[in-house]
């Protein structure tokens, strides 16, 4: 098949009430993205990711949305919108939305009606369950804690929400539901968006009969994911998706899907499947899972670089030639890929940053760039509960300290300080001046104070950046085709130091190494016969030598 621009692009995400402030009311908006969308063509990156900026409550910082055609007042308006985005096409620069469809917020005018009787037009566009023996209709624990299910009196009924009880899920059983959704694709697609990243729309689909999850020992609640993830109409809706919207328009899209699997991926973004261009999976960033299952996420440990490699080589394997494969270390929902990953101490930041983008870079798939991950931006090291905003951490501390006493606080807040999604949703670090040139206001969130030394404005300037290596990493992907399209072989898959990797493409070879330790080592993969080194963060090359966080790409022609 002919490479596809969606195949050689890179993506960087924005998260919008973070990103650049316009008018000092302290929460980044559209007028500001505007701004910055210089910065954004200079990394390198083709296109833009934006979190959602629809009308919302903001339980969940916009993954609640109450009008999917306008723009929430704090953001902007239609016409600022419509200059971003004209403005981001002149540059070159391609604009993905999030469509979040799975679920709308409990203020939406659809819930409101719906919650009314069980004989409107609306009252089948979510999912409502009778009591069974006067409780919830099954043991399903919520993504946010608690069961799935709350009651509405007035239809003396459970409503299903994935989320958060302000986060009803929708019924995609409903045709009349598909039809509102296509409708709002095109309302954005005739605007000019170049495409969607798509909410959990791994789990639109419900099971048959809605039966118990499986539950963890000593859990009070079932694992919904385990009996939601890949229901039996997903393909069927992603194909009437494609059929009825998206094959209509050049787009690129993502399907974020929690509990995908390799052979369901490649159903969905087959090369032929008509369905989704790629997906998010997320088994690299679900390595560190507690092995206390009712604790989820939520844990400290160290990642064990084995199987670090494993989860990303048999992505990498499994979809060669067959479907496509997304690159991240981080987003809004993870910590700082340096914190999590690399080291973010001062020692070792820069360099190990450098390390994680070379490692990400060079592999099959689309890579996305979080906003300041570019920069090398760490996790903020929160010490106290009052510092937090995200609703996924307080509702966790809640139940796992409060009410189930499943740990102590002490404990829960270093969870929380090392994998809580705040990590990613302070600020971004514009310059060192006050508020990091987020916001001449107060900040909606406190940003991270080592801003003074990591930024923007500094990095930019400074040839041996982060910022300036992921430049060059990104201009390397535009230009050899072996990175975009070669297939890949992982190198020792024992080594438990260092991470290396072969592309071969044809006639010609990748030699990708990445010491992933604070220690010197010794590699020997023959890179001394290689035609040249295309790119390496340190200075010299040391031959086998490979110094803390050393990564070095060599081509064989
Ligand atoms: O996240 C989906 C999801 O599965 C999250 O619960 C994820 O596992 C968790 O945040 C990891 O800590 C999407 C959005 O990306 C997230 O921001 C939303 O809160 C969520 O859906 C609900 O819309």
Known sequence: MEKQWWQNAVVYQVYPRSFQDSDGDGVGDLAGLTERLPYIKKLGADVIWLNPIYKSPDFDNGYDISDYRSVQPVYGNMAQFETMLASAHK????LLMDLVVNHTSDQHDWFQKSRQSKDNPYSDYYIWRDPVDGHEPNNWGSYFNGSTWTFEPK??????HLFAPSQPDLNWENPKVHDEVWDLMRFWLDKGVDGFRMDVISLISKPVGLPDAPKAPGAVYGDVEAVVANGPKLNDYLHEMHDKVLSHYDVMTVGEMPGATAEGAITYTGLDANELNMIFQSAHVGLSAN????????????IKLTELKKALSDWQYALDGKGWNSLFWDNHDQPRAVSRFGN???QYRDVSAKMLGTTLHMLQGTPYVYEGEELGMTNVHYTSLDQYEDLESLNAYDENVTKEKIVDKPTMLKYLSHISRDNARTPMHWDASKNAGFTTGTPWFALNP??????AKEEVDRDDSVFNYYRQLIALRHSHDLIVLGDYEELDPDDDQVFAYRRHYNGQTLLVINNFTDQTVTRDYDQGSASEELIGNYADDQGTTFRPYESKVYLFK
Do not use: H, M, V
Not at 291 to 302: F, M, Q, S
């Open 91 to 94: 540059l070159g620069l391609k």
């Open 155 to 160: 239809r003396n009924q459970y409503y299903l």
């Open 450 to 455: 080592n801003y003074t030394t990591i930024n």
């Open 291 to 302: 092995p206390d299952k009712r604790l989820g996420k939520w844990n400290d440990a160290p």
């Open 344 to 346: 973010d101490s001062e």
